[in-house]
């Protein structure tokens, strides 16, 4: 069993940053392959990256991509979400999942066992 607890988010000017933590529990993290998705209003839950349980495996969708940056840290069972030039469409509520363990970085949300709560961001003009 994993539980995610989400934190960082916030109100943010276009073109300001912000980082998203991501607490997980259970002594299974460092072999689970982490994920971040947000969901906007009326709009289906979308993939922002995952980071795979080797920590070399990335990936993010063209819409982030160069914008946001995934890292963890298996030490402290944390994942992070660095998200830089922010824009009004980038606002959503940012939730963090886990996969299961020694599996690859998938974009699918059917790929997710464990869910966070989420966390708003929003991103005003």
């Known amino acids: 069993q994993v539980q995610l607890v989400e934190s960082g988010g916030g109100l943010v000017q276009a073109g300001g940053s912000l980082r998203l933590s991501c607490a997980a529990s259970?002594?299974?993290?460092?072999?689970?392959?982490m994920g971040w998705f947000r969901q906007a209003p009326g709009k289906e839950r979308e993939f922002v990256g995952a980071k795979d349980w080797s920590g070399f495996g990335t990936r993010y969708p063209d819409s982030v991509q160069g914008r946001f940056t995934i890292s963890r840290d298996n030490a402290k069972n944390m994942v992070y979400l660095q998200m830089n030039s922010l824009k009004p469409e980038d606002t959503a509520v940012y939730y963090c999942?886990?996969?299961?363990?020694?599996?690859?970085?998938?974009?699918?949300?059917?790929?997710?066992?464990?869910w966070g709560q989420g966390t708003q961001v929003t991103v005003s003009l």
């Open positions: 259970g002594r299974t993290f460092s072999t689970r392959t």
């Open positions: 999942a886990a996969r299961r363990e020694y599996s690859a970085a998938s974009s699918q949300v059917y790929d997710y066992d464990y």
